[in-house]
């Protein structure tokens, strides 16, 4: 299948990759050349701009890390919207259902039909195409794409409704957010108290405590210190603002919601937007003083 690709970041790049090695023929797109260069060197065509791939091919993936870029990438002056080809805008970002549905709205005017397509499991699952992937749009659509969709992961049809997989999106990175901040409260608590934390996360993983954060994000970056595992503060933040005003539009009031929002947002003063997401660990051990 001809496959337009936008936004070719720590996400976009690898899951690019796997569709040229299934035997998809990309056009790529992304402001930074270095890697647009990578892809090409790989086998994929390099466009000028979002337009410029819409113009040459009929199915637009993405993997944006704003919810303005992926406004101004479908919808802007030079964008997917003005692409003679295009006809579905596959969004594999997070943006929150409200984006989507503005998005949605806007390419309908020209007949492109949005899908919502975010995704859940980081780099390494991008690299190994062992995402969830979760799409809401048109039924047809969504079995047109699902045979390229396979090869980024494991393929859930969440319902027509546009925005749905964004929810479900927000509801799974709302658990990964608290899982996080969790899992760094347990440790620091035993840090506090003498125990090793290399033994206590073993045990929590042999135990009911095991989650994502105590299972992946300890082994890998926090406990080796090198806080890399490819997940922006920025975008974690982004995607717990999100899940809150999800729940506010919802009319819910939810007290672990809050409480984790409010603790994300202490974490991004503190470490920065760009830190990895890991970093979470460092502010609440300064509080405790360990
Ligand atoms: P990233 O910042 O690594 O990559 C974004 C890419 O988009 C960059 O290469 C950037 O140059 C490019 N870009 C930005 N604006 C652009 C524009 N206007 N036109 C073309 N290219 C543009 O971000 P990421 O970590 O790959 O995340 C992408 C999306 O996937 C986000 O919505 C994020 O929330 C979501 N996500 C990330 C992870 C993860 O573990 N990193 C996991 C699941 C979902």
């Avoid at 091919?57 to 964008?79: D, F, H, K, R, Y």
């Avoid at 347990?186 to 929590?204: F, S, Y």
């Avoid at 922006?232 to 506010?248: N, P, S």
């Avoid at 009319?251 to 409010?262: C, I, Q, T, W």
Wanted: hydrophobic share 50%; glycine share 10%; with cysteine.
């Amino acid at each position: 299948m001809d496959i337009g690709f936008i936004g070719l970041g720590n996400m976009g790049f690898p899951m690019a990759r796997r569709l040229i090695e299934a035997g998809h023929k990309l056009v790529v797109f992304d402001t930074r050349k270095e890697v647009t260069d990578k892809l090409v060197a790989l086998g994929a065509a390099a466009a000028t701009s979002p337009k410029d791939v819409a113009d040459r091919v009929e199915t637009v993936m993405a993997s944006l890390p704003s919810l303005q870029a992926s406004l101004e990438v479908a919808t802007g002056a030079n964008g997917v919207i003005e692409g003679s080809r295009a006809k579905r805008f596959i969004d594999l970002s997070t943006v929150g259902s409200a984006m989507a549905v503005k998005i949605h709205g806007l390419l309908a005017k020209r007949n492109i039909v949005q899908i919502d397509c975010p995704v859940s499991g980081g780099v390494g699952g991008a690299e190994k195409g062992t995402l969830a992937v979760m799409v809401s749009g048109p039924k047809a659509d969504f079995d047109l794409l699902k045979p390229a969709l396979d090869v980024i992961g494991k393929v859930f049809f969440i319902g027509e409704k546009p925005g749905a997989a964004q929810t479900m999106k927000l509801a799974n990175n709302f658990l990964s957010a608290t899982a996080m901040v969790a899992t760094s409260e347990a440790v620091v608590m035993g840090v506090k108290a003498g125990l090793d934390p290399a033994v206590m996360i073993d045990v929590i993983n042999a135990g009911s405590g095991m989650n994502t954060a105590s299972r992946d994000k300890f082994p890998r970056a926090v406990l080796p210190r090198s806080f890399d595992f490819g997940f922006a503060t920025g975008l974690m933040v982004k995607d717990v603002r999100l899940a809150l005003e999800e729940m506010k539009q919802l009319g819910l009031s939810m007290g672990v919601a809050d409480a984790v929002g409010r603790l994300w947002e202490t974490i991004i003063a503190a470490e920065g937007a760009d830190s990895d997401f890991t970093a979470a660990i460092k502010p609440i051990e300064k509080q405790a003083g360990v």
